[in-house]
Each structure stands twice: as C-alpha cells, then as structure tokens.
C-alpha cells in the first residue's frame, strides 16, 4: 500500500500559486519524497524529490517539515498546462532501486 | 535526455491473442525495469520488476505466466500478454531506471 495521503482534488486559478500537500507519517529515515505528476493518457514525469531540506528546481519547490511527517509541492505559477494528477511518492527499498508506489494522487485542476 | 518509447502506443486484439508491448529506453541504460498497468480513472498498480539478464519479479496477484517480462538488453524489455481476456485491457506503462527512475509514454491495450 502507498505510504502517502494526498486531497484527492484541488482547484488553483491559472498564474497563481499551486500548493498541493502530502502526509507520509511513516516515512523512515532513509526514505525519499518524490512527486510526479501524469498528464492524461500519458506516462508520469518526474517533478521533483527531497529527503529532509527544501528543493527547488525549474518546475517546482518542495517543502518538507522538520519531522518529515509532510510536505508540500509548490509549483509557482500555475498555468492550464500544469492540469494534472500528481503523485506524492515515499519511495521504498534501497535508495538505488527502491519501487515507487503509487496512491491516488491529487487531480489539480488550473482554471482560467 | 531520458527518452523512453513504447510500442505501440495502442492495441487492440480480440480475446485469446497475445500481445506484445516494447520498452526502449533510447539514450541511456536501463539497470532495473518497472512495468505498470493504470486502469482507467485508477492510480498506476506495479506488476513486476527485472533486471537484465534476470527473471522478473511480480508482485502479489500478478500472474507471472500471463504476463511475460523480458529484459535481454539493457535498452529493451518487453512484456506479453498471453491469452488477453477484456478485463486485461488497461493502460501499460514501463519504467526504466538508471540513477534515476523514467516512464515511458504508455500503451493502451483494448481486448475485445
């Protein structure tokens, strides 16, 4: 089973910030978070991933609290392309070929 | 970089027929492959994991002699469905992993 809790739905307006949380209360301590997302009908991409501090790349920032318990994936300026399900992911194993499990996601849903 | 492509990218077959699903990944090698199947308006489902050169593992439920993985090389893996009955149509999607995990775009299989 996913390790993870996410809303099942979010609405954002386009050009404004998109917070999409995450509970993983029983992340270990050598577990990463991943987030992807998968636009319909397509294969998931890569967002971004984080162990304990915050990161920030190209497309998103994620905010991890100090206890690991949650997170947040934070896309910046949402726009209509950014309509998707995203995936909040604790991957399992070891860190070089741990399985990604996937739960229900976030359907985010950017309105004009 | 990255690129991973399935072939095809849809099917259809009538019940009883096997089906053929290709996994390139066109621009690095793949140590480990993930393959999953998403039923529609459901999250994706892990069916197996290889390595190359080795037998698959499945996960519980999925029958390993229904679903046949294949990883000869470390740029192709394929997967057969053998003897496809309709409740086996669903979206496929492999995963090749190299320092980092990547997704293929998916294949629909429709069995009628």
């Known amino acids: 089973d996913a390790k993870t809790t996410q809303p099942p739905s979010m609405d954002c307006a386009e050009g404004r910030a998109a917070n999409l949380p995450c509970n993983h209360s029983t992340i270990s301590g050598n577990e990463y978070v991943y987030w992807y997302r998968q636009i319909h009908s397509q294969g998931p991409q890569y967002i971004i991933h984080?162990?304990?501090n915050n990161e920030t790349n190209e497309m998103a920032s994620l905010i991890i609290t100090e206890d690991r318990k949650s997170s947040t994936l934070i896309l910046p300026h949402a726009t209509l392309r950014d309509t998707a399900v995203y995936y909040c992911i604790v991957r399992v194993g070891p860190s070089n070929t741990g399985k990604l499990i996937f739960g229900q996601g976030t359907t985010l849903q950017v309105k004009p | 970089g990255a690129v991973v492509s399935q072939h095809p990218s849809w099917v259809i077959c009538k019940s009883g027929t096997s089906v053929k699903i290709e996994c390139r990944s066109l621009?690095?090698?793949?140590?480990?492959m993930f393959w999953y199947r998403q039923f529609p308006k459901q999250s994706l489902m892990l069916m197996a994991t290889s390595n190359e050169g080795s037998k698959a593992t499945y996960e519980q439920g999925v029958e390993k002699d229904k679903f046949l993985i294949n990883h000869a090389s470390l740029t192709l893996s394929t997967l057969t469905v053998t003897s496809a009955h309709p409740e086996d149509s669903s979206f496929y999607i492999c995963?090749?992993?190299?320092?980092?995990?990547?997704f293929g775009p998916g294949t629909r299989l429709t069995v009628t």
């Open positions: 984080g162990l304990k």
């Open positions: 995963s090749p992993y190299r320092n980092e995990q990547y």
């Open positions: 621009d690095f090698q793949a140590t480990t």
